[in-house]
Each structure stands twice: as structure tokens, then as C-alpha cells.
């Protein structure tokens, strides 16, 4: 099989870090960095999806940040044309790519380079499923595909309705390659996974909430949800993105109080870390460390 070049790839769950160790290893190893963050690409929602600001970015290039409206949906087959793009473009430039990121799913459309389905939205069906509860279309999902259902976000109506559609429509599981063995296989990789407790993400997640919402009103990320709702985005729109776009909308509806919606964004990111964990165990190249020093081994072995 023949390999076209290196790539490091930066996994691991939210608030683990993976931003920081990344830029620290770019710039050790001539890389540059590219997003594999589900909610990154899209323009104006910086805070919430922990964006990484000029001045973090340290000089180091990060590509795949502010590229899509958040009016319109982003797929996987889309992150998967632009992330392939970018790649070859940074190996061009004799760097390194480091794929950095907690979308599972985004990962592994570029490390196998899987075949993602290209099926058209069907929006008589759409229309259909958007009428069942998120427990009601887990379920559903459950019976038909349960290995996307076991990894997929089962409080995110779009996605549910998303996997439901192209099982539906291909009459096949959303596709989950066997990670023992890619076919399509292009470059030669290293995954590096951030491995925390889940008790230091507790800790982690709820910091890291508490920066963000500072000062707790009408700042951070509160301000950043009532721009993107001027902005001409629905509040239906906004919650469709889960985490704390969801419960800062529902705050500002008034569904939920200050207390309320701070404990539901804690809560959903804990359980988002531990579906993120249950994603990447699956695959047993992933080699785990606990600090900027083990990593740095392995690339330095890596990229020699």
C-alpha cells in the first residue's frame, strides 16, 4: 500500500485539551493545524465551540474554522472533500498536518477515508421524523443501525433524523468502517488520544463553562447566542446544535433559569466526553498520553 505522506491526528474528549497540545507540537514539528470539530466551521459561533483566537493560534495556520453558514447544514461528506484538500496543500508545503479534534465521525472520514453516502435530503421524510420526540428517534435508530445509535448525540434531533434518513433511503447502516483494516487507506497516520479520568473532565468542563459565561450576563457565550438569533437565526435552528447553544437558547426563551441552564451545559458535556470515549476506544490505534512530553515521543518517532 502505498502512503502519500504523515499525518498526527489530536483526539480525545471535550475540555481535554487538545487545542493546547496541538500548538505546542506544530510548532516543535514544522506542522500546521487543521479543525475536525463538528461546530468550528461554522461562521460566528466562536465561544461556544472553543474556537481557537489568534493569539492561542501562536502563528501556527489552522484551517477548516469559519467556513460554512450556520443557515445551512455542514456534512461529513463536505468536512471530508475540504479536510483531503487541505492536507495535500499542507504536505505541498513540505509541513505536517495535525487533524485536531472531538468529532468522531470527522476523524474517521479522513484516517479510512471511508465512503460517506451521498443522499440527498428528503424533506417529506425529514418533515415526518421532525414530528417524534429525540427519545422516540433514538429508539428508532436503535432497532435499524444500533452501532450509530450506541455513538450518536441522542438529544440532537438533526443528527438523529440525519442517520435515520440515510439508513432509510440506502436500506444499509450509516457506514462504520473496521478500523483492523482501511482499504482506501492514503496516508501513514498517527493518532494520539488525550487520556483524562472522568473525574479531571468534571473539573475541566465546568472551568472551562465558567470562563466562558463571564461576566454571567449579557457577555461570552449568552452574547454570542443573541447575535447569531439577529443574525436571522431561529431559536429552533440554535438548539439544533446541542450543548450550550441549545440551553443558552432556552435561557433566553426563559424555559430555563441562569442556575438551570449552566447545570444542563455541565451535565450534556459530561455525557458528550463519555459518548466521545466510547467512540474512540472502538479503535485500538489510538495511543494514549497523559502530558505534552509522552506525545512529543511519538512524533518524534513518528515523523523521523
Known amino acids: 500500500m502505498e502512503f502519500l505522506g504523515k499525518i498526527v491526528v489530536i483526539l480525545g474528549p471535550t475540555a481535554s485539551g487538545k487545542t493546547d497540545l496541538s500548538i505546542k507540537l506544530a510548532k516543535k514539528f514544522n506542522g500546521e493545524i487543521i479543525s475536525a470539530d463538528s461546530r468550528q466551521v461554522y461562521k460566528g459561533m466562536n465561544i461556544s465551540s472553543g474556537k481557537v483566537t489568534k493569539k492561542e493560534a501562536q502563528g501556527i495556520p489552522h484551517y477548516l ?46 484516517v479510512d477515508t471511508i465512503t460517506i453516502p451521498e443522499i440527498k435530503p428528503d424533506w417529506k421524510l425529514r418533515k415526518k421524523l421532525e414530528k417524534n420526540s429525540n427519545k422516540y428517534l433514538h429508539e428508532m435508530l436503535l432497532k435499524i ?99 450550550e447553544y441549545r440551553f443558552v437558547a432556552q435561557y433566553l426563551q426563559k424555559k430555563l433559569s441562569y442556575q438551570e441552564m449552566f447545570n444542563k451545559i455541565q451535565k450534556e458535556s459530561e455525557h458528550l466526553a463519555k459518548r466521545q470515549m466510547t467512540w474512540f476506544k472502538r479503535d485500538n490505534r489510538i495511543k494514549w498520553v497523559k502530558d505534552y512530553k509522552e506525545s512529543e515521543k511519538l512524533v518524534k518517532s513518528f515523523v523521523k
Do not use: C
Open 65 to 110: 474554522l469559519d467556513i460554512a453558514s450556520p443557515k445551512r447544514k455542514f456534512t461529513v461528506s463536505q468536512y471530508q472533500k475540504l479536510a483531503q484538500a487541505t492536507i495535500k496543500k499542507i504536505h505541498y508545503k513540505g509541513k505536517i498536518p495535525f487533524l485536531v479534534g472531538g468529532s468522531g465521525f470527522y476523524i474517521q472520514s479522513i
Open 145 to 243: 443501525d444500533p452501532k450509530r445509535a450506541k455513538n450518536i448525540d441522542k438529544n440532537n434531533s438533526r443528527r438523529l433524523i440525519r442517520a435515520l434518513e440515510i439508513v432509510l433511503k440506502t436500506g444499509k447502516p450509516v457506514p462504520l468502517s473496521n478500523h483492523s483494516e482501511s482499504l482506501h487507506k492514503r496516508w501513514d497516520v498517527l493518532q494520539i488520544g488525550i487520556k483524562k479520568s472522568p473525574e479531571e473532565i468534571k473539573k475541566l468542563i465546568e472551568k472551562r463553562l465558567l470562563k466562558r459565561l463571564n461576566p454571567p450576563v449579557g457577555g461570552g457565550m449568552i452574547s454570542e447566542v443573541k447575535k447569531l438569533k439577529a443574525s436571522g437565526l431561529s431559536f429552533k435552528r440554535l438548539e439544533e446544535f446541542g450543548l
